[in-house]
Structure formats: C-alpha cells, structure tokens
C-alpha cells in the first residue's frame, strides 16, 4: 500500500511539471544567431522566431525588425526567409515491446516504425539533404548520413528487441551525436527517440540531466512512446512526456492500433530561419553587443544579447609620388616667356588601405600642402588630386599630406613628404628681350632699310650736284700729282710683336654641363606601418643596378643586416619595364609580401618592394593609364 501512494504522487508531481513546463513553452520567442561580421560594416545573422504554439513565424518584413548595436537602435538592411535543412538523430530504445507483432501481417511495431521513417526520407528534397543519424543502446548505427544511407541504415537495422532491456544509454548517445557544432548556422537539430517503458522508479531524475543539455544545446525532443496502452498511464510514460515538452518537442504513444503522424508535422517548423544584415555604425574596436527586436501582432520579442569582436580602425592613405622633385620652366617654344612656368598644376595619386581588412567607401580625401587644403575630393575618384603650382615663382621645399575619411567618420592623416620645386627663371635683360622679339625685329629692320632706300632714291635727284663734286674731289685724290705722302710706321717691331702675342694667345672655351632629368622609376623608403620614410628614394637611372651591402659588387648599398652582399638585381627591359631578380640572398626578396620567383619579377607600379626587412614602394615616372573599356553595341538583323 505504500508504494502504491508513492507512486500516485510520484504521477502527480511528474504532471505538475509538465504543465508548468507546457506554460512556459507557450512563450513566443526570438533566438538570434552568433553574429558575421566579416564584410564589415554590413554585419549578418541568422534568426529564428516562434510563436507561442512554438511554430515558426514566416512571412516578416523589414520593418517589422530592428536591431540594438551597443545600445542604439538601427533597422535591418535585408530580412530573407531561406529553407535549412535538419539534423536529426533517431535513438532507438531497444526492449521487448519493439518486437511485439501484428496478429494478421506478423509485422513488429518496430518494423512498422521503419517503414514510415523510410518513406519520409525517401519524400525529403534533394536541395535540402537533412543530415540524419541512428543509434541504439549498442552506439552509432550510421552518423551523419544522407536520405539515402540512412534508409539502408534502417533496412539493415534488425537487434534483439527480445533480448534487451530499456536504459537511457541511446539517448546519451544521441545527444552526444547531434550536439556537436553544426555545418552551417541556422541548422536546427532534433533527435526523435523511440522507447518502450522502463521500470526505473527514479526515471524523472535520471532524465532531469538530459533535460538540461537538451536545453543548453537547442536540441528539440520528440519522443515514440511504444507499448501496451497500459503503460500509457505509468512513471516512465509521464517522465518521457515531461523530456519532450520540457525540450520544445512532443510525445505521441503507440499500442499497435493508433495511426503513427507525419514526421514531418514535427520537423516542418524547424526547417526555415531568416538571414538578417544590417550596416553597423560601430568606430571603436573590442567587444560590442548585438540584440534583436521583433513586432508581431501579440505584442514584441526581444533576443538574448549577442557578443562580437570587432577589429575597427581608421582608413590609412599616402601619396604616391613620381617625382620628389618638380621643375617649373618657361614653355619649351618660348623660352624667353617671363609670364607662364610649366607645369602649372601637378597631379597628385594616392593609395588608401584599411589595416582592419574591412574595405569601406570614402566619403572624402583632402590635399594639404604646407598645411593648406590644396585640393579636395567628395565624390569619386578619390585617389587623385590637382595640384595648383601658379603660385610657386621661387625654389623651395613643401610638405604634403593627405587625409581620407571614410563612411563611419573614421579619418587618417599620412606622414609629410617633402618635395621640392624648382624655378628654372628665364634670361632677363636687353639680351633676352632682343632674342624673345627677334622675329619681329628682323622684320621691322627689314621694312625701315626699305623706307631708308626708298627716301634715298626720292631724294637722289635733289643731290646730283653735290654728287659730281664728289667725282672730281675722288679724282683729284688719285692723281699723284696731288696724292698726300704718308709718313713711315717708325717702329716695325713693336707692331709686329703685338700681332705676335694676339696669334699666339688661346682662345678661352667655356664647358656647358647638362642635367641628367628625372629618372623613370624610383624605390620610395616605406616604414614598417606602411607610410613612406623620411629618406631620400632611390633613382633608378642605369639600365641594370644591384643591391647588397658590398660596395664593390654592388651599385646602391642597403645598410640592414637583413641584406646579402650581393642581394638582388633590377634590370630595365627593351620594351621599358623593369626586371627584379633575387640573388639567391638568405633574407629574399619580396614583392607584395610574396618571394618573388627564380626569373624574377616585372614590377608594376606602387607595388610593395621588401629587400630582407627594407621595405619599398616603387613607382614610376609616369604611372599608367587606366584604359576604360570599350563596348561595341551590335545589332541582330531579323
């Protein structure tokens, strides 16, 4: 008699909590996913929301979801509804009632349960391949199958139901099987366990830890009570009904005569999920929180908090000059041009880099020269800059710098580049001014001999005259008897000795030295944080230069313990570009922070040169041109 009332309060508790249980499932819930933030700052997850009979509620819009970024509120981007597939495990409870058989058909209870877990299977998509496991008591039937080799599984699947006694080893097992990290977020995971009754009186507390890791792990329980309808009414019928509410799922019981469910009617909520993403406005890095908030009719969810790391900083651009050095002169057809320099503007190219790994669009880039905004980009491109260089009439040095912001407000400044320019002035003077207007000298000299000729021949019949008097005076000269005697030169010597010395005397010559100009390429010093170095770049001039540390094998000495004695070589090829090969050195050489290969290596322009750990940007004179593509429209006669 006392264990009889034992067991009629042992019943009661066990429904007790299966009520209160059930009441808390009628909860509506929203369950947020571990956040994506790899294409930062668009920033993706996945979330489930249920409603309060625990079906999934499809149909959301945008608008009907926010989300709680660090305490402020931002609405979603995108809100897509996508099908998962299903991890299941099916843990069969082996005992005698599994084997209990149809009277007309000689078919076991068992065997009926296989027939229609192998037709569901087989009805299942191809586009969403559930992931599917059996075990038993004995451990792993097949893990982590397709449709298909879970059927032969259970095909193949024929214990001793007979010889078998009912414990909760399966379960373990099951939930050891699924409660491994799934291959793709989102995934839902189920375990259906079929069970006869067990005769265990402390069953509720032997579940109560599987209850727990169930929970924990968001593994739904669905539990095929198989027996006689006697046993419907018993503890372990009443504990295996607590295990499946108490774990989101549910318990159908089966004597032999009821009409077994879709499996599907189980597994059809837990086969959608919404892709949610948003843009995140996140300007600090560490850990942030992440929570979602859902309207629905009955009123609002909120998710459980979310935690992320994120690795934020601000964009780093610098400029890549050709040229430290600019030359102003007067134009190459008017040298003597006291009024315009050329160049007048010179164009400055950047390159912008994000030290996070997470790209973003600018929203502006700024020129600074000597601190004052040159030049200034809003909208693309935002790599290249105009630079004005009207003002510059005298040689001196400037410093520029560039700055970029990006979408998040984030914003950079470079290191100074000094950069000189030069003012070549042109010739001053009468000099100059004679050989600037040349031409129209010449021709104005041309037209006043004509006018000169002219008046004289207008006047010339005025003068006749004077003309013949001049004829008599010249004949009388040349007659002579009235030719003048000249006086003898009375010292030879001392004439003769000056035409001597002026013979003898060399002529002076004067030598005109010519510059060599800019040369077509030049390694830029770059620092270990990526900006360049306050250093001079090296010219690349000679057709073919080597790198080392020894001074006589090599033509530009690299001072870093890194650096071989015969480190590398740089050729320039016919078509004008530039080889770089590795003299076998221990440090290497490297482009773009890959060992270049042993033929070497065509550099192209702003790619990252490292000689051991000397770090180089190298840049040509003229950069290239981006060739827009060119679309020919063909049209298709009928």
């Given at each position: 008699?006392?264990?009889?009332?034992?067991?009629?309060?042992?019943?009661?508790?066990?429904?007790?909590?299966?009520?209160?249980?059930?009441?808390?499932?009628?909860?509506?819930?929203?369950?947020?996913?571990?956040?994506?933030?790899?294409?930062?700052?668009?920033?993706?997850?996945?979330?489930?929301?249920?409603?309060?009979n625990g079906?999934?509620?499809?149909?959301?819009?945008?608008?009907?979801?926010?989300?709680?970024?660090?305490?402020?509120?931002?609405?979603?981007?995108?809100?897509?509804?996508?099908?998962?597939?299903?991890?299941?495990?099916?843990?069969?409870?082996?005992?005698?009632?599994?084997?209990?058989?149809?009277?007309?058909?000689?078919?076991?209870?068992?065997?009926?349960?296989?027939?229609?877990?192998?037709?569901?299977?087989q009805?299942?998509?191809?586009?969403?391949?559930d992931?599917?496991?059996?075990?038993?008591?004995?451990?792993?039937?097949?893990?982590?199958?397709?449709?298909?080799?879970?059927?032969?599984?259970?095909?193949?699947?024929?214990?001793?139901f007979?010889?078998?006694?009912?414990?909760?080893?399966?379960?373990?097992?099951?939930?050891?099987?699924?409660s491994?990290?799934?291959?793709?977020?989102?995934?839902?995971?189920?375990?259906?366990?079929?069970?006869?009754?067990?005769?265990?009186?402390?069953?509720?507390?032997?579940?109560?830890?599987?209850?727990?890791?169930a929970?924990?792990?968001?593994?739904?329980?669905?539990?095929?009570?198989?027996?006689?309808?006697?046993?419907?009414?018993?503890?372990?019928?009443a504990?295996?009904?607590?295990?499946?509410?108490?774990?989101?799922?549910?318990?159908?019981?089966?004597?032999?005569?009821?009409?077994?469910?879709?499996?599907?009617?189980?597994?059809?909520?837990?086969?959608?999920?919404?892709?949610?993403?948003?843009?995140?406005r996140?300007?600090?890095?560490?850990?942030?929180?992440?929570?979602?908030?859902?309207?629905?009719?009955?009123?609002?969810?909120?998710?459980?908090?979310?935690?992320?790391?994120?690795?934020?900083?601000?964009?780093?651009p610098?400029?890549?000059?050709?040229?430290?050095?600019?030359?102003?002169?007067?134009?190459?057809?008017?040298?003597?041009?006291?009024?315009?320099?050329?160049?007048?503007?010179?164009?400055?190219?950047?390159?912008?880099?994000?030290?996070?790994?997470?790209?973003?669009?600018?929203?502006?880039?700024?020129?600074?020269?000597?601190?004052?905004?040159?030049?200034?980009?809003?909208?693309?491109?935002?790599?290249?800059?105009?630079?004005?260089?009207?003002?510059?009439?005298?040689?001196?040095?400037?410093?520029?710098?560039?700055?970029?912001?990006?979408?998040?407000?984030?914003?950079?400044?470079?290191?100074?580049?000094?950069?000189?320019?030069?003012?070549?002035?042109?010739?001053?003077?009468?000099?100059?001014?004679?050989?600037r207007?040349?031409?129209?000298?010449?021709?104005?000299?041309?037209?006043?001999?004509?006018?000169?000729?002219?008046?004289?021949l207008?006047?010339?019949?005025?003068?006749?005259p004077?003309?013949?008097?001049?004829?008599?005076?010249?004949?009388?000269?040349?007659?002579?008897?009235?030719?003048?005697?000249?006086?003898?030169?009375?010292?030879?010597?001392?004439?003769?000795?000056?035409?001597?010395?002026?013979?003898?005397?060399?002529?002076?010559?004067?030598?005109?030295?010519?510059?060599?100009?800019?040369?077509?390429?030049?390694?830029?010093?770059?620092?270990?944080?990526?900006?360049?170095?306050?250093?001079?770049?090296?010219?690349?001039?000679?057709?073919?230069?080597?790198?080392?540390?020894?001074?006589?094998?090599?033509?530009?000495?690299?001072?870093?313990?890194?650096?071989?004695?015969?480190?590398?070589?740089?050729?320039?090829?016919?078509?004008?570009?530039?080889?770089?090969?590795?003299?076998?050195?221990?440090?290497?050489?490297?482009?773009?922070?890959?060992?270049?290969?042993?033929?070497?290596?065509?550099?192209?322009?702003?790619?990252m040169?490292?000689?051991?750990?000397?770090?180089?940007?190298?840049?040509?004179?003229?950069?290239?041109?981006?060739?827009?593509?060119?679309?020919?429209?063909?049209?298709?006669?009928?």
């Open positions: 008699m006392r264990k009889f009332f034992a067991l009629l309060l042992s019943l009661g508790l066990l429904f007790g909590a299966a009520s209160n249980v059930r009441a808390q499932q009628n909860l509506a819930s929203a369950d947020l996913y571990p956040a994506d933030a790899s294409a930062f700052p668009t920033v993706s997850a996945f979330l489930d929301v249920f409603d309060t079906i999934f509620v499809s149909g959301l819009k945008p608008e009907a979801v926010s989300v709680i970024e660090d305490s402020q509120q931002l609405p979603v981007d995108s809100l897509i509804e996508i099908a998962v597939p299903l991890q299941l495990a099916v843990a069969v409870n082996q005992g005698p009632p599994l084997d209990a058989r149809d009277s007309t058909t000689n078919t076991s209870r068992f065997q009926r349960i296989s027939q229609i877990l192998v037709q569901w299977a009805s299942r998509p191809a586009d969403l391949p992931d599917y496991s059996l075990v038993s008591q004995a451990g792993p039937v097949i893990n982590h199958a397709s449709a298909a080799d879970f059927v032969v599984g259970l095909n193949t699947f024929q214990p001793d007979r010889a078998a006694t009912p414990n909760l080893q399966s379960l373990a097992i099951a939930l050891d099987t699924v491994a990290q799934t291959t793709r977020l989102g995934v839902k995971r189920a375990i259906l366990f079929i069970t006869p009754h067990t005769d265990d009186i402390n069953i509720a507390s032997s579940l109560e830890p599987y209850v727990q890791r929970i924990e792990n968001d593994i739904r329980i669905f539990v095929w009570f198989v027996d006689l309808e006697t046993t419907f009414t018993t503890t372990s019928a504990a295996f009904n607590n295990l499946a509410i108490q774990t989101g799922g549910s318990m159908f019981k089966f004597s032999g005569l009821e009409r077994f469910p879709d499996p599907e009617s189980y597994f059809a909520a837990l086969r959608r999920v919404y892709a949610l993403s948003y843009t995140s996140l300007k600090a890095a560490g850990e942030h929180s992440l929570i979602v908030k859902v309207i629905l009719p009955a009123g609002q969810l909120t998710s459980a908090e979310q935690k992320f790391v994120m690795d934020i900083q601000p964009p780093n610098f400029p890549v000059t050709t040229s430290l050095q600019i030359t102003r002169r007067a134009p190459e057809d008017d040298p003597f041009n006291t009024e315009v320099l050329l160049p007048a503007v010179q164009e400055v190219e950047i390159i912008v880099e994000f030290p996070d790994g997470h790209p973003r669009p600018l929203t502006r880039t700024t020129l600074y020269v000597d601190g004052t905004i040159m030049d200034e980009n809003t909208v693309e491109p935002f790599n290249l800059f105009t630079w004005n260089l009207a003002a510059y009439t005298s040689t001196g040095e400037h410093q520029i710098m560039v700055e970029a912001v990006d979408t998040l407000g984030l914003s950079k400044a470079s290191m100074p580049v000094p950069v000189v320019v030069t003012v070549v002035q042109p010739p001053k003077g009468i000099s100059a001014l004679l050989a207007y040349r031409t129209p000298i010449t021709f104005g000299a041309i037209i006043l001999a004509g006018l000169v000729l002219f008046a004289i207008i006047s010339g019949r005025f003068r006749m004077s003309i013949r008097a001049a004829q008599e005076a010249r004949r009388a000269e040349i007659d002579p008897l009235t030719q003048p005697i000249r006086a003898l030169n009375p010292m030879p010597s001392l004439v003769e000795e000056k035409n001597k010395k002026r013979r003898t005397t060399p002529k002076k010559t004067v030598t005109v030295s010519k510059s060599n100009g800019d040369a077509m390429a030049s390694f830029i010093r770059i620092n270990g944080d990526g900006v360049p170095a306050v250093a001079a770049p090296i010219q690349l001039f000679e057709k073919e230069i080597t790198f080392g540390t020894d001074p006589v094998q090599c033509t530009q000495i690299l001072d870093d313990s890194s650096i071989a004695p015969m480190h590398a070589r740089l050729r320039q090829t016919e078509d004008g570009g530039f080889l770089l090969l590795d003299n076998g050195s221990i440090a290497g050489t490297w482009v773009n922070y890959e060992p270049i290969p042993r033929e070497g290596y065509r550099l192209m322009h702003g790619d040169v490292n000689f051991g750990q000397l770090s180089y940007r190298f840049t040509l004179r003229v950069p290239p041109v981006n060739q827009k593509p060119k679309i020919t429209v063909y049209s298709i006669e009928e």
